[in-house]
């Protein structure tokens, strides 16, 4: 009797993980083809006693690395746009950002990065870290660095004194370092 009990007991067992991979199986295909919000049926309609949808994520796409500026590794500066992008070897954005130009702008044109520093005191006074220079126009050097105590002073069109430095954030100054080394291409665009 013993053998006899056993296979009715895998027979039983056999047969339960069956109807479960059956079971499974039916719940599966009649699930929706995506998962939708609480409230809604699985048509995609919400009933009519639940609040509205969410508002969709309205997130601006970063804008587009302009198409004049070359190929390769480069930083990108638009001038108009006051942005600058960092796009990598296969010509894909990494990082793009607002900037506050100086009183003095470089001419559209293709530059390379010359020199850089850590930190040091900017033409105008103010503390800066993560210089980097790439240009030089009317006798002032040009380049990108982020102001130690975060501020992004614009300077009026009728500032007195002539600057070179174009301000960044200080978490998009320290993209800029590591990015843009001595040599590294620097496109500016009109």
């Known amino acids: 009797m013993p053998a006899k ?3 009715i007991v895998t027979a039983l067992t056999a047969a339960a993980l069956v109807a479960v ?3 499974g199986y039916q719940a599966s295909a009649s699930a929706p083809d995506r998962l939708t919000a609480r409230g ?3 048509h995609g309609k919400r009933a009519a006693h639940h609040s509205p949808p969410a508002k969709k994520d309205r997130t601006p796409r ?3 690395v302009p198409a004049a500026s070359g190929t ?3 930083v990108v500066y638009a001038l108009g746009a006051k942005r600058v992008w960092l796009v990598d070897a296969q010509g894909k ?3 793009t950002y607002q900037v506050t130009p100086s009183t003095v702008s470089p001419a559209a044109g293709s530059y390379q990065v010359t020199q850089r520093s850590v930190s040091l005191t900017g033409s105008d006074g103010l503390a800066i870290e993560h210089v980097v ?3 030089k126009t009317e006798g002032v050097v040009i380049g990108f660095s982020a102001a130690v105590d975060g501020s992004t002073p614009k300077p009026g069109p009728g500032a007195a004194k002539k600057t070179g430095g174009v301000r960044e954030s200080r978490a998009d100054g320290k993209a800029m370092w590591d990015f843009a080394l001595v040599g ?3 496109v500016v665009v009109a």
């Open 5 to 7: 009990s056993s296979t």
């Open 21 to 23: 991979g059956v079971l």
């Open 40 to 42: 809604e049926s699985h």
């Open 62 to 64: 970063p804008a587009a």
């Open 72 to 74: 390769g590794k480069r």
């Open 93 to 95: 954005a990494l990082r």
């Open 133 to 135: 220079l790439f240009a």
């Open 184 to 186: 590294t291409k620097v």
